[in-house]
Nanobody, 133 residues
């Protein structure tokens, strides 16, 4: 289960932190990421994180459009993944979904592979981020 929160209306240049509370699986064995959707546009994989049993140092990945502005992190004690978003732009306006490779369509080799972010098939309900003055 994935439950997002933190979406809001924010002015350009502002900051926002999204949270994704996870339940029912261990972050030590699965990557978690964020995908955003805008009506009429293709979904974009924004950020992904895996750090755990198979990769102790961990790996993160970001879309070129958010590199240097967004940071993905996690709190193991709270089973929560965060997306810190800085220097927000109107183009960042979207519904942001927390995603993980836990559905029936995710084979084992997807579980820790952030390269498969856009194919992760367990999605949260989404949280709206609007960047506007």
């Amino acid at each position: 289960q994935l439950v997002e929160s933190g979406g809001d209306l924010v002015q350009p240049g502002g900051s926002l932190t999204l949270s994704c509370e996870t339940a029912g699986f261990s972050l030590d064995f699965y990557a978690v990421g964020w995908i955003r959707q805008v009506p009429g546009k293709e979904s974009e994989g924004v950020a992904c994180l895996y750090r755990g049993f198979y990769n102790r140092e961990g790996t993160t990945s970001y879309a070129d459009s958010v590199k240097g502005r967004f940071t993905i992190s996690r709190d193991n004690a709270k089973n929560t993944v965060y997306l810190q978003m800085n220097s927000l732009k109107p183009d960042d306006t979207a519904v942001y979904y927390c995603v993980a490779p836990l559905g029936a369509k995710s084979p084992p080799n997807y579980h820790t592979d952030c390269g498969k972010l856009t194919e992760f098939d367990l999605w949260g309900q989404g949280t709206q981020v609007t960047v506007s003055s």
